[in-house]
C-alpha cells in the first residue's frame, strides 16, 4: 500500500511516517518505482509508535519500547522500568504545573479589578514588583 493508505488505516500524517522512516524506527519495502511499499506489519508498527508517542514517549522510548515488542526473549520488568520512569516525569510535569497555577492564581488574586494601568500581574512578568 502507499504512504496515503498506510497514513489513513495508521492515523499518522504522512510526513511523521517519512520521519519514522528517517530515523530508523520503520523501514518499508520499495516497490519497483521506488515508491515506499507498506505492508500490514509496517501499519501495525506505526499504531504501536503512535499509541506509544500518544501516551507521552520520547522517540528513543518508543524505539526501546518497539525493540522490546519484537523481543520474545524480553523481560516484562524491562518494559515496567521504562513505564515507571515516564510516569516519575510525568508526575514531576504535574507538580511543576501545579506549582505554576498556584503562583498564576495568587497573582489573579492580587489583580484588583479597575480602570487604572496597575497590574500586579504585568510588573511580576517584568520582575519590577518590589515586595
Do not use: W
Not at 518508543?62 to 524480553?74: M, P, Q, V, W
Amino acid at each position: 500500500m502507499n504512504i496515503g493508505e498506510a497514513s489513513r488505516l495508521s492515523g499518522l500524517p504522512p510526513k511523521t511516517i517519512r520521519y519514522y522512516e528517517e530515523v530508523g524506527l520503520i523501514k518499508p519495502m520499495r516497490a519497483n518505482n521506488g515508491y515506499r511499499d507498506y505492508r500490514d506489519r509496517d501499519v501495525h508498527v506505526l499504531r504501536f509508535l503512535q499509541r506509544s508517542r500518544s501516551l507521552g514517549f520520547s522517540i528513543a522510548e518508543a524505539r526501546k519500547l518497539l525493540s522490546l515488542y519484537g523481543d520474545e526473549n524480553r523481560h516484562r520488568e524491562d518494559v515496567r522500568r521504562l513505564v515507571t520512569s515516564r510516569i516519575a516525569e510525568i508526575d514531576h510535569k504535574i507538580a511543576e504545573l501545579n506549582s505554576l497555577k498556584r503562583a498564576l492564581d495568587a497573582l489573579t488574586d492580587e489583580c484588583q479589578r479597575g480602570e487604572g494601568p496597575d497590574c500586579p500581574i504585568l510588573e511580576e512578568i517584568a520582575g519590577a514588583r518590589v515586595e
